[in-house]
């Protein structure tokens, strides 16, 4: 398994913006696919966006479409959650995760950050 450590959170105006980022520990952060899920208070943990191993794949969510952006360095063992045009409702515990193949439902994912928390103020 990697391990992996969250930063970039904060509290933010909406329409504001931030970019969170994931560094993961070990020598095979690219044979992962990586992905991002938010979990607000009292809700289940839901799926953000996925990035393939290479980086020449991704997927959002609906909620999050045209809004977030998300990426990886494999030379830097990090992925990255850009962030714009947020809303209270993205308020939530952003959790980046890793999987063996491209997927977007939160069992395919066996390691997981600590989260970083994302207030965005109306």
């Known amino acids: 398994q990697v391990q992996l450590v969250e930063s970039g959170g904060g509290l933010v105006q909406a329409g504001g913006s931030l970019r969170l980022s994931c560094a993961a520990s070990?020598?095979?952060?690219?044979?992962?696919?990586m992905g991002w899920f938010r979990q607000a208070p009292g809700m289940e943990r839901k799926f953000v966006a996925v990035?393939?191993?290479?980086?020449?794949?991704?997927r959002y969510a609906d909620s999050v479409k045209g809004r977030f952006t998300i990426s990886r360095d494999n030379a830097k063992n990090t992925v990255y959650l850009q962030m714009n045009s947020l809303k209270p409702e993205d308020t939530a515990v952003y959790y980046c995760?890793?999987?063996?193949?491209?997927?977007?439902?939160?069992?395919?994912?066996?390691?997981w950050g600590q989260g970083t928390q994302v207030t965005v103020s109306s």
């Open positions: 995760a890793a999987a063996p193949f491209f997927m977007t439902v939160v069992g395919a994912f066996g390691s």
């Open positions: 070990g020598r095979t952060f690219g044979s992962y696919a």
């Open positions: 990035i393939s191993r290479s980086g020449d794949r991704s």
